[in-house]
T-cell receptor, first 114, second 116 residues
Framework: QKEVEQNSGPLSVPEGAIASLNCTYSDRGSQSFFWYRQYSGKSPELIMSIYSNGDKEDGRFTAQLNKASQYVSLLIRDSQPSDSATYLCAVNIPYAGGGNKLTFGTGTQLKVEL | DAGVIQSPRHEVTEMGQEVTLRCKPISGHDYLFWYRQTMMRGLELLIYFNNNVPIDDSGMPEDRFSAKMPNASFSTLKIQPSEPRDSAVYFC??????????????FGPGTRLTVL
């Protein structure tokens, strides 16, 4: 089982709709979760971080975390064509001897269609 | 702040040549990370430093790869000899001290390496 799993997509949504991106992780000891956006040919850019169960909202973005189910999601409301990108889920996986390592999923490609 | 700076942005070399990638982290960040990204394997952590000391190099693919951080503002990733399968985008990232809720990493623009 991969440490961080995402559906590769592409996920296509019409402009103005809600895009829902999902991610599961394997290590129950993980405490920090991140969503990065990566445009083609560019570097990953942090858009959301979440550390506690529940929802965290920032503008059109909402991150949802359920540690019991080992599940984290990202909702994008009122999707715009400029949201078309690959979204990377990242999870801090703890080392057995202390410390942790940020582990990325392979990303979900989102396409927002006019 | 200028953000994480990487050079060169593009590198084309021939198999067997030495390649050196450079990174300047954000001032004041204690952690520096080197990643490699390919279509097949996604974003992979190669090595990371804390206060200039290598902490985990388990992601370095083989002995042909080496990384150094001689001071807080500079790091290099070297491949010698390079091979076509090393072709990828190499990212450097830095993050501030952990504040109890995990670190946030800030990525540089990347170096696109092509080995012919």
């Amino acid at each position: 089982q991969k440490e961080v799993e995402q559906n590769s997509g592409p996920l296509s949504v019409p402009e103005g709709a809600i895009a829902s991106l999902n991610c599961t992780y394997s290590d129950r000891g993980s405490q920090s979760f991140f969503w990065y956006r990566q445009y083609s040919g560019k570097s990953p850019e942090l858009i959301m971080s979440i550390y506690s169960n529940g929802d965290k909202e920032d503008g059109r973005f909402t991150a949802q975390l359920n540690k019991a189910s080992q599940y984290v999601s990202l909702l994008i409301r009122d999707s715009q064509p400029s949201d078309s990108a690959t979204y990377l889920c990242a999870v801090n996986i703890p080392y057995a001897g202390g410390g942790n390592k940020l582990t990325f999923g392979t990303g979900t490609q989102l396409k927002v269609e006019l | 702040d200028a953000g994480v700076i990487q050079s060169p942005r593009h590198e084309v070399t021939e198999m067997g040549q030495e390649v050196t990638l450079r990174c300047k982290p954000i001032s004041g960040h204690d952690y520096l990370f080197w990643y490699r990204q390919t279509m097949m394997r996604g974003l992979e952590l190669l090595i990371y430093f804390n206060n200039n000391v290598p902490i985990d190099d388990s992601g370095m693919p083989e002995d042909r790869f080496s990384a150094k951080m001689p001071n807080a503002s500079f790091s290099t990733l070297k491949i010698q000899p390079s091979e076509p399968r090393d072709s990828a985008v190499y990212f450097c990232a830095s993050s501030p001290r952990q504040r109890g809720e995990g670190d946030t990493q800030y990525f540089g623009p990347g170096t696109r390496l092509t080995v012919l």
